[in-house]
């Protein structure tokens, strides 16, 4: 007998009965005999839970983590406070054993969740509108480039910068690769910011979309009212890129300055980093685009008796109805993963938002001045940044890290596999999480290892 | 229900020889039920026999309009853009989607009569 | 059968915002540890931003009440029989919520290194054999966020694999009864849809396919059960005519809950699927996701799976970056590992004679709804179903009674409705999967409310048409909100 399937041979033999058959097999009767498996599968033998429970301690026993072990790593997926509420609040049956809220009148709690994070999140964002959500930041990219040549029509350049965060280029491609769209590549300078000599005299009539990441992959804040002034002249769209979502709580957004679509990666609100998934895509975008947009979308109404409530609306889109017409394959999306973020959101409010940003932003800037002074390595761009920034090593990177895990730490990112130029070069990460004696201690370490 | 000044489709839509005003029949919009979004082409755009120049929106589905003749969109009816609900309360006077300057009238010749179209959904229901 | 009556206490709820007072706090940070220098000094004047408009300023209490009232608004699969079709609402177990919990794998960053991820990896390793196993299969990726996501990468793959021997082909062949993102996901990679009629038994019509398979068809698109809860009879003759003329058969893989240990889609001839670990292998469903869509393939399309791979080489997990004709990523990571961990956890507890039994029971609970109601409600086609049923309102639409109107009714009783109007095929479709998570009893108390329901359709229509009676929201007018879009809050002038 299993625990999740409640039937007792009794009861089949009774259905069995109703359903007119001898035995549950006739009920597989219709599959060609030469198919049908005489063997059980070769997997492993049941265990119950308590040794179930012995066995997933074993493994997870064999991966260091933040409990333990203190990080420095970021590029893409960031290791901030989650507090408590949030996975008690989303542990609510309620919510996690809910399905898609296709029947609005018995989904108003998923509902009100969605059009809550829909609010919050255009705000933080600085845009018209946003979307349920995406499966992570990077495949936002990738739709929101399909969406801009959708829209545009005309054209098929499309212009990244290098300094975009290397797994997102690498998704748009798969994405992009057979659809005729043409990649161009804006270099950075050596502020490592986004060329804007490059930019000018590449942007013409067939220029489909401009993106821009902020920060950028190296961590640099960039000139994001200088690209907009670039733009202004033609007709091509400015996708922005946000991919640690905590900087808006203390950063202008390039919706500020006028994108059309924006997209990034919300894990830094009230995600757990769980090896890189499940994440959150976000999408948002200029109000005259709507019905363009991927994904669900929420909207307020009213019901028979004039009560306000949500539904999901514009489904039109979307693939149950419009099949190969539609904005996006997408269908099951995020859902629960905004529904933490929202709760994060509500609960470090308008003043926690900038509060957390910006011990991010003193603890960064402390241990970039430090490590910079540390002797052998060098900051490698002097342009502010957020809570990221790179710095080129003394000593090939693998030692340094290795070093650092017998300290029980886990170092920068290593990108010279990206950026062969910026070898030795590694990225660290700073948040709420690292105290000042960690800072202190890895510069320690920083300065025993370039002996 | 169906006016015989009018000539029918087989698509569901009638178009006025005299105005060359274009719009859904009774039973469309019956059939789409409240409509919410009305997708409408450029003045100046060139159709051809069959060309889709607009689509339908209603809550659950989706339907495209398909030009009866040859001619080019002369003009379209914005106030659809607003209330796309004239579609369902007015669709032979308000509801009017768009006005085509058609050049060739026996291609209108060709189409259903008010009586033939009802005949047509008796057959399709 | 009574319907339910609503005597539970549901309080109502506004939004977060509204509950919003100034200076309230929900939050707690450490005082800062290193000196404190002015932002303006680290950052450009320009580039800080204006105050967030919208936010809302509570306490924890404000919040924890907030979302627990909303929660209280949900039906969910822990409350009662939620028989969404090819939805596998099937129960989640709590033991998986745990594993997802442990430090060992919620805290682990996935730049951190293999030397210090073998744990995460192990699973990783290991759910893709299991996975593999289950379907007959020789090779997997677990990147893809969801079921859609998948059939995307496995476009992708085929394209890929064509495109070298010459020519990647124009066509995907899509039954009429294909879920929307099928033929989304073909268009996605640029294949234009061939679609192919179903024959009178509910299958796939042979001649039509042999009619529409030509050397410019990638590939056709299956989903075995099909979405009419069907088996594919012919399915070697299907499979035969695909392969005859070069083309691939993908099979979605959203039913597979009907076929576990009783039969291999790879032994079928499919040479590649997704599953759904959301539905077959009972990871939560979340309100509309995170689920995940692992892609099974055999030998021919193994060298395109997306990159990384997690391989092993003697008792060391790795990732393997070397993929030379991958198709590339389709996710920022590795996939939903929280989501992969929980079906990994599943697996373990049920074992090979857990899941042959899940998938035995799923099939007979199905069946005995369907034979149960088949005298009150119109059975397109008359034969056993495999997981779930699919009946319509034939019947009742002579009463001007509507599918939508009486599923609304279902609520009042207590039951989550079917999936409605889908497949397409079936005009005015009701869609039943019971799962194997539910008792005799429960399926007994759902036959009950539907015969009742027949029942009011011809003696009391009134009561169904103003349905649902009990809930906290009347019907919801979908209309106003497509016709004049609010998608966001904004504070009152």
């Known amino acids: 007998m299993f625990k999740y399937i409640p039937n007792t041979d009794d009861d089949i033999s009774k259905m069995l009965e109703k359903i007119g058959v001898e035995s549950v097999d006739d009920l597989f009767s219709d599959i060609p005999e030469s198919l049908r498996l005489q063997k059980p599968l070769n997997l492993p033998a049941p265990l119950s839970e308590i040794e179930l429970e012995r066995e997933l301690k074993e493994i997870s026993s064999k991966n260091a983590d933040a409990s333990e072990y203190k990080y420095f790593t970021g590029g893409g997926a960031y290791n901030h406070y989650i507090p408590s509420i949030v996975n008690h609040l989303i542990s609510r049956a309620e919510f996690y054993t809910a399905y898609t809220p296709y029947q609005p009148e018995v989904s108003q709690g998923t509902l009100q969740g969605i059009f809550e994070y829909q609010t919050m999140i255009s705000d933080l964002l600085e845009m018209d509108l946003a979307n349920a959500s995406m499966y992570d930041g990077a495949s936002a990219f990738a739709e929101a480039v399909l969406m801009s040549s959708r829209i545009r029509k005309k054209g098929n350049k499309v212009l990244i910068p290098k300094s975009l965060n290397p797994a997102y280029r690498q998704v748009m491609d798969t994405y992009t690769n057979n659809t005729g769209i043409k990649v161009i590549e804006i270099p950075y300078n050596k502020q490592g910011q986004l060329d804007l000599d490059f930019l000018k005299n590449n942007l013409d009539n067939e220029t489909i979309s401009v993106s821009v990441q902020n920060p950028n992959y190296f961590g640099c804040i960039e000139d994001l009212s200088s690209i907009a002034e670039v733009l202004k002249q033609g007709k091509s769209f400015l996708i922005g890129i946000v991919t640690e979502a905590l900087s808006l709580g203390l950063l202008k957004s390039p919706g500020h300055y006028g994108a059309d679509i924006l997209v990034g990666e919300g894990q830094s609100l009230g995600i757990p980093v769980s090896f890189g998934g499940p994440y959150l895509g976000l999408f948002a975008s200029k109000k005259e685009y709507m019905r363009q947009v991927p994904g669900r979308l929420c909207g307020e109404t009213l019901d028979t008796d004039g009560k306000r409530g949500f539904v999901l609306t514009i489904s039109t889109r979307e693939q149950h109805i419009r099949r190969e017409k539609a904005t996006s394959n997408i269908c099951s999306n995020q859902g629960l993963c905004a529904l933490m973020t929202a709760i994060y959101m509500s609960t470090m409010g308008k003043q926690g938002m900038r509060e957390v940003a910006t011990i991010n932003l003193q603890k960064a800037n402390y241990a970039r001045e430090k490590i910079r002074n540390v002797k052998g390595y060098e900051l490698v761009f002097e342009t502010p940044s957020f809570n990221e920034f790179l710095v080129k090593c003394p000593k090939p990177t693998q030692d340094i890290n290795r070093k650092l895990l017998e300290n029980k730490m886990v170092g920068g990112l290593d990108i010279s596999c990206y950026y062969p130029e910026l070898s030795d070069c590694m990225l660290f990460t700073m948040t709420e999480l690292v105290s000042k004696d960690d800072i202190d201690r890895l510069c320690e370490i920083l300065e025993e290892v370039a002996k | 229900m169906y006016p015989n000044n009018l000539k029918y489709t087989e698509q569901h839509e009638w178009i006025d020889p005299e105005s060359g005003k274009i719009g859904i029949t009774n039973y469309a919009q019956e059939q789409l039920g409240d409509i919410v979004f009305v997708e409408l082409p450029d003045e100046g755009k060139e159709l051809a026999l069959d060309d889709v120049f607009g689509v339908i929106e209603s809550v659950k589905s989706v339907s495209d309009c398909f030009s009866p003749v040859n001619g080019v969109v002369k003009s379209v009816n914005e106030s659809l853009t607003d209330d796309p609900s004239l579609l369902n309360t007015s669709p032979y006077d308000e509801g009017w989607i768009i006005q085509i300057d058609f050049s060739d009238a026996s291609e209108i010749e060709k189409l259903m009569s008010g009586d033939d179209y009802k005949k047509y959904l008796e057959e399709v229901s | ?493």
């Not at chain 3, 028989?83 to 682990?108: H, Q, V, W």
């Not at chain 3, 059960?225 to 299907?238: C, D, R």
């Not at chain 3, 857990?354 to 088949?374: C, D, M, P, R």
């Not at chain 3, 005799?440 to 108390?445: A, E, F, N």
Request: proline letters at 6%; hydrophobic letters at 40%.
């Open chain 3, 1 to 493: 059968m009574k319907p339910l009556s609503n005597t539970g206490l549901v309080i109502d709820e506004g939004l977060i915002f509204e509950r919003s007072i100034k200076g309230r706090k929900g939050y707690s940070l450490p005082e800062l540890d290193v000196p404190e220098k002015d932002i303006t000094e680290i950052l450009p004047k320009e580039s800080i931003r204006d105050e967030l408009r919208k936010f809302p300023e509570v306490s924890e209490v404000d919040v924890v009440r907030h979302y627990t009232r909303l929660s209280q608004l949900n039906f969910a699969v822990d409350m009662n029989l939620y028989p969404l079709g090819s939805c596998t609402m099937k129960y989640n177990p709590k033991i998986n919520e745990d594993a997802a919990r442990i430090n060992g794998f919620a805290r682990c960053h996935p730049f951190q290194g293999a030397e210090i991820s073998q744990g995460a990896l192990q699973i990783m390793y290991e759910l893709g054999r299991y996975l593999c196993i289950i379907t007959g299969l020789e090779d997997i990726t677990l990147q893809p966020a969801a079921g859609a996501h998948g059939e995307f990468t496995g476009m992708k793959m085929i394209h890929k694999c064509l495109e070298k021997r010459g020519n990647p082909r124009k066509f995907i062949i899509i039954p009429d009864s294909a879920h929307g993102t099928n033929p989304a996901s073909a268009s996605l990679c640029g294949y234009q849809i061939l679609q192919l009629k179903s024959d009178e038994r509910g299958c796939v019509d042979l001649k039509a396919l042999s009619d529409l398979m030509t050397d410019e068809v990638a590939a056709i698109m299956l989903t075995i059960p099909n979405t009419l809860g069907l088996f594919e009879e012919s399915i070697l003759e299907v499979v035969k005519i695909v392969h005859s003329k070069g083309g691939f058969v993908y099979m979605d893989g959203a039913n597979l809950n009907a076929l576990m240990g009783k039969v291999l889609p790879g032994s079928m001839g499919v040479d590649v699927l997704h599953i759904n670990l959301h539905k077959t292998f009972s990871t939560p469903h979340g309100g509309g996701g995170p689920g995940a869509g692992p892609v099974a393939v055999n030998q021919e399309l193994a060298p395109y799976l997306p990159v990384p791979k997690v391989k092993k080489d003697k008792d060391r997990y790795d990732l393997d970056f070397l993929i030379p004709d991958s198709i590339g990523k389709i996710h920022s990571f590795y996939g939903n590992f929280g989501v992969l961990l929980k079906a990994y956890s599943y697996i373990r507890t049920m074992g090979a004679i857990g899941l042959k039994k899940a998938s035995e029971t799923a099939v007979v609970n199905a069946n005995y709804i369907q034979a149960s109601l088949k005298e009150r409600f119109h059975l397109t086609y008359d034969r056993f179903c495999k997981h779930e049923s699919v009946l319509s309102d034939k019947f009742q639409k002579e009463n001007h009674i509507t599918t939508m109107d009486m599923v609304k009714r279902l609520i009042d009783f207590g039951f989550h409705p079917p999936v409605v109007y889908f497949p397409l095929i079936v005009p005015g479709a009701i869609m039943i999967e019971p799962t194997e998570s539910e008792s005799k009893q429960t399926l007994d108390d759902f036959i009950s409310a539907w015969l009742q329901i027949a029942d009011e359709a011809e003696n009391q229509p009134e009561l169904i048409k103003k349905a649902p009676h009990v809930t906290k929201h009347r019907r919801l007018d979908e209309t106003f909100a497509a016709r004049k879009p609010k998608l966001v809050w904004s504070p009152d002038k």
